[in-house]
């Protein structure tokens, strides 16, 4: 049903609910509202006309709402009504304030440990979220660039994050020193998982990545004399100031070196600034290889195959060059991760967190690095504002996503942005890049 | 014609699985020749290209290019050697704008002499120069015709594989396509191999055509010659002239 004009529109829409409270009102008044129960000699009718009711105003106002959202589309819109933060203006002059955006983001998470209301918790947050833009970063080589669909993340994280402990468990390695191992070790794992999947694409891809993330956790958990299996790992030790000093209270320590007052909030602090550090790194790295021929690689990759072939690229050092990549930042946030925590288990690294890495670099647009983090803070973030509701907290999630990919099909941030120019720099106009035709 | 052969293929056969595509197929593409090989759908030209480029890799029969055994080379490897393809259906990069395409195209060429490549490719195809911020995917069948063709050039090629390059497109624009293939040859030297359904204007357009019947190759002639034979008029030419 269509409705036109405001005031016949109203009218229409009135004399349907109430049809449809008609309607309903018997059907539950009938069903529900009246109930027989057995008593000695017969059956009693039991009323039970609130709950009838509730049904029925539930129904009227199922109906209001596909009225309101679902069934009055304007002919040519292009989905269902939505929020004005949803609609493609919208997100053009998102991405076009960009360049706004972007410093001001950075300029924010740089002075947020000194901000007046910064406390312990939002910081322990803020480091949370940041580990999650990582990694949605790093999985957004592999997914959003290269088009590889990688469901077991994680385990390059996991192997990250066991370098670390088990160098520092055995050896005794510094954590600098185990940073950039970890990160060489997960990517030689991602070379190696690369290799029986180069022929696979698409879903055949993501069966096997997910077998893999499995395999590693499985490996972790039943290793026991090495890994310690289900315990875990712990007494990791905790970073040092770049191997200078230490963050304990008393002489020799941070504080005292530097001749402030000890806090134990200077060590989170320093995690803080840490990941902050990683978390740029990989973003820097991803938009300096875009422009290089082997992120051009990826991008073609993405988008054929067997083109990519015929103009002679060898598509199998293009895509373990991805999945190298890939896997070497998810190595570092694995060993910052052991390292903040100061234990690990191979409980941290089910297949829950690769899909909410990939939930991240899908929402936020895949390829758009700002998306990315758009989305891990509201993900992220609204995890922990949805605390209390525990039980629905993933059944609120799965609803946003899904109104989301509804609005939004190619995620927040859709849309990307040419790596070369000719002469000029000029922009893809909006309206090519909302589109997304030509996938 | 007694010099080698640029690219000479000899008893090739492919296979996908136990379906035999290609049996037997032999011929010589010289330099500085437009070569164009016809044949209906389904007749194995676009397996015969595509084997040229090894990808798959013919089973049995040899390839020679320029002297050089490429029948068991890699496709990436074969992309080294100056051969370049514009494949069938075009599979340009349709997210990509033109420039990124083309520099694309450009991965395995002296990367020093890109600008005057692209200087090149616009000048042939100058519709491609207004376009070069656009995305691949929004252009015309037309223009991503000629995107393939340019982004193939870019490599640098000595030998020029096209995959159908007229598929789908309005003859004016055929014409423009097959013209600017002309050009290329007539004023760089560029040897072409072209691919074709459309016998009309291939033959028109090549020195020498080959026709191809079932994965065999069944007629072979310059191109004036298959045009004016009779089992070609009623094969491939009635009611398909433009
Ligand atoms: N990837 C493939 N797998 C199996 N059979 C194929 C494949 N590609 C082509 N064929 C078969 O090989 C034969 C030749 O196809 P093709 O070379 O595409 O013909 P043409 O280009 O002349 O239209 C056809 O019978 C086709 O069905
Ligand atoms: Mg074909």
């Known amino acids: 049903m269509v409705l036109r004009g405001p005031r016949t529109a109203a009218a229409t829409l009135l004399a349907d609910l109430v049809v449809t409270a008609v309607i309903s009102l018997v059907i539950f008044g009938v069903m529900v509202g009246l109930r027989t129960e057995t008593i000695p000699g017969g059956l009693k009718l039991v009323p039970r006309w609130s709950a009838a009711l509730g049904l029925a105003a539930m129904v009227v106002a199922g109906r209001l709402m596909l009225h309101l959202i679902w069934w009055n589309r304007k002919p040519g819109a292009r989905s269902a009504w939505s929020p004005a933060g949803m609609m493609p203006d919208w997100a053009r002059n998102l991405k076009l304030s960009g360049r706004f955006v972007r410093p001001a983001t950075l300029i924010f998470a740089l002075v947020l440990p000194f901000l007046p209301f910064t406390d312990r918790y939002i910081l322990d947050l803020s480091i949370l979220v940041l580990t999650y833009v990582m990694l949605g970063w790093g999985l957004n080589i592999v997914v959003g660039l290269a088009g590889l669909l990688d469901l077991g993340y994680v385990a390059f994280y996991a192997v990250g994050a066991y370098s670390y402990a088990l160098l520092a468990h055995y050896f005794g390695w510094s954590f600098w020193l185990c940073l950039p191992v970890s990160g060489i070790l997960a990517a030689f794992w991602g070379i190696i998982l690369g290799f029986p999947v180069l022929r696979l694409r698409g879903d055949y891809l993501a069966i096997v990545t997910l077998a893999f993330g499995e395999i590693i956790r499985i490996v972790l958990l039943n290793w026991y004399w090495f890994t310690g299996g289900p315990d875990g790992i712990s007494g990791i030790p905790r970073p040092d100031f770049f191997g200078i000093v230490g963050f304990e209270r008393g002489p020799g320590g941070f504080a005292d070196t530097f001749g402030i007052e000890y806090s134990s909030l200077h060590r989170i602090v320093f995690l803080y600034f840490l990941i902050l550090a990683l978390a740029l790194l990989t973003n820097f790295v991803t938009i300096r290889l875009r422009r290089l021929p082997i992120g051009r690689a990826w991008e073609a990759l993405r988008e054929d195959e067997i083109a990519c072939r015929s103009l002679g690229l060898n598509t199998t050092t293009v895509k373990l060059s991805a999945f190298a990549t890939g896997a070497l930042f998810a190595g570092f946030a694995g060993a910052f991760f052991a390292t903040r925590q100061g234990f690990i288990s191979p409980e941290s690294f089910t297949f829950t967190e690769s899909a909410l890495v990939l939930a991240i670099v899908v929402l936020g647009g895949m390829g758009s690095q700002m998306g990315v983090v758009i989305a891990s803070v509201a993900l992220i973030g609204g995890f922990e504002v949805f605390r209390e509701f525990e039980q629905y907290r993933m059944l609120i999630f799965g609803l946003a996503m899904v109104l989301i990919m509804i609005w939004r099909p190619r995620g927040l941030i859709a849309g990307r942005e040419p790596s070369i120019f000719f002469r000029t720099r000029k922009t893809i106009s909006g309206a090519l890049v909302s589109q997304g035709e030509g996938h | ?242």
């Open chain 2, 1 to 242: 014609m007694n010099a080698p052969a640029l690219l000479s293929v000899s008893q090739v056969e492919t296979f996908y699985g136990r379906i035999q595509a290609l049996r037997g197929v032999s011929l010589d593409v010289h330099e500085g020749e437009i070569v164009t090989l016809i044949g209906a759908n389904g007749a194995g030209k676009s397996t015969l290209m595509m084997t040229i480029c090894g990808s798959p890799q013919a089973r049995s029969g040899q390839i020679l290019y320029r002297g050089h055994d490429i029948t068991r080379t890699p496709t990436h490897q074969i992309m080294h050697m100056g051969i370049a393809q514009s494949p069938e259906g075009r599979r340009i990069f349709g997210r990509m704008t033109v420039m990124e395409n083309l520099r694309i195209g450009a991965s395995v060429a002296d990367p020093s002499h890109f600008d005057r490549d692209i200087e090149r490719a616009f000048a042939l195809f100058p519709l491609l120069k207004e376009r070069r911020n656009q995305r691949g995917g929004t252009l015309s069948g037309g223009e991503q015709q000629m995107l393939a063709i340019a982004r193939a050039l870019m490599a640098q090629p000595r030998l020029l594989l096209l995959d159908e390059p007229s598929l789908g497109l309005a003859p004016l624009v055929i014409k423009q396509i097959f013209g600017a293939i002309r050009e290329l040859n007539a004023t760089q030297g560029l040897t072409v191999f072209l691919v074709e359904q459309n016998a009309h204007h291939a033959l028109r357009l090549a020195h020498r055509g080959y026709v191809m019947v079932n994965g065999k190759i069944t007629m072979t002639g310059t191109g004036v010659e298959l045009l004016g034979r009779e089992e070609i008029r009623a094969a491939y030419l009635e009611g398909g002239v433009h």
